[in-house]
């Protein structure tokens, strides 16, 4: 199958409308390949401060990420992501990283190293894109493309009761500002700015739960023809 028919469901939105949970778990339900682009991004932010290339050498961190030595190795209904070898599922999943991840995605240059590295996650029997601008710049063609949001306190919220659960001390108040404040930065960023794509269907997940949105978006795969009803 080219690439060409392989279907793509992309799933853009910001951090904490539930990309990621429920990109996995359409996946799963489906038998589709994963991508988590957002990964990619706190990967690359990660082996620049292993490696000390500044967050301000666009250079020397466009050339980490097309270098980026990295496994995701499938394992139950979780993923762990190797770097360089080592474990790094739950290091690029902090705030600092994150904060990082988003000041590396603003550069042209790391974009233009990736492109090609997600682009290649298109394998059939189809695909499931999480990330910023996966329907406006990496796949294009996509035929169903998806924009989650929620509202920036129910984020903060989600996020603060996940890192709670993890054993975390957190303080919500801080985890709004500084999702405020990276929702700023990837909707002014020069280069594909968080928008939804001119034919995204947009839906917020504020008030929804995560079934509910799974159960969605799999029935609009189903009603378009791209994937048998489960």
Known sequence: MSDAVVPVLTVDGPGGAGKGTISRLVAERLGWHLLDSGALYRLTALAA???????????????????????????????????????????IRTEQIGDAASQVAALPAVRQALLKRQRDFRQAPGLVADGRDMGTVVFTDAPLKIFLTASAEERARRRHLQLQEAGVDANLSSLLKEIQARDARDMQRSVAPLKPADDAITLDTTRLTIPEVVDRLTELLTERGLATAT
Request: proline fraction near 2%; hydrophobic fraction near 40%.
């Open 49 to 91: 401060a292993k490696h000390e290339v500044p967050l301000d050498d666009e250079a020397g961190l466009a050339e980490v990420a097309r270098e980026l030595d990295v496994v995701f190795r499938a394992e139950g209904d979780a993923t762990t992501v190797l770097l360089e070898g080592r474990d790094a599922t739950t290091t």
